[in-house]
């Protein structure tokens, strides 16, 4: 199986491209998409891995890798938007192709968590949240690949990530790192 492994930043991704090659993208929605489709079109890769990092939500520990069974937009009124135009329209939540065993809820959006307020909205509707997972997931499976997301928690999407990111972003490169090995995806 031909793996593409993408990250939004190099310094999430530091310590896995040790031992093979990662895409960044960039960050947000858009710059993911962009990015990847880019990337997709040339590639003929089977598997998408998009690694990163993450808020967490539900008291994780940091370093903890989620891997993640579903995806949703939280900056997106999926549902409003489809009752407004009388059908189901695409951008709903996406349950993920894997890897076996897969659980975690991820929330992506283009607004970095930095109050107590917005946690607690998304607590109750993900565990982890980022922003570019949704956007790799939706655009790898237009591509017709097969995509899996694992998120290493590096702060508590919170009031302190701009403290904590920065010192927890080594500690969780080499924890996705590990988590790629364990899932056999190194070689």
Request: glycine share 12%.
């Amino acid at each position: 199986m031909n793996v593409l492994f993408v990250a939004a930043l190099e310094e999430e991704a530091q310590a896995l491209a040790a031992h093979v090659e990662v895409c960044h993208l960039g960050v947000g929605k858009v710059q993911a998409a962009a990015a990847l489709a880019a990337r997709l079109h040339r590639d003929p890769c089977d598997l998408v891995v998009n690694i990163g990092t993450a808020g967490g939500l539900q008291g994780q520990s940091i370093g903890e890798v989620v891997e993640i069974g579903t995806v949703h937009q939280h900056d997106f009124d999926h549902a409003g938007v489809s009752a407004f135009v009388g059908r189901d329209l695409p951008g709903g939540p996406l349950r993920l192709d894997g890897p076996s065993g897969a659980s975690g809820r991820l929330a992506t959006g283009d607004r970095l968590i930095t109050s107590t307020s917005a946690r607690a909205r998304l607590a109750g509707q993900a565990d982890v949240v980022d922003m570019e997972g949704y956007a790799v997931a939706a655009t790898a499976r237009a591509l017709g690949r097969e995509v899996w997301l694992a998120k290493a928690v590096s702060d508590g999407a919170g009031e302190d990530v701009a403290v904590e990111w920065p010192v927890a972003l080594a500690h969780c490169s080499e924890a996705l790192a590990g988590w790629a090995a364990s899932r056999g995806l190194l070689g």
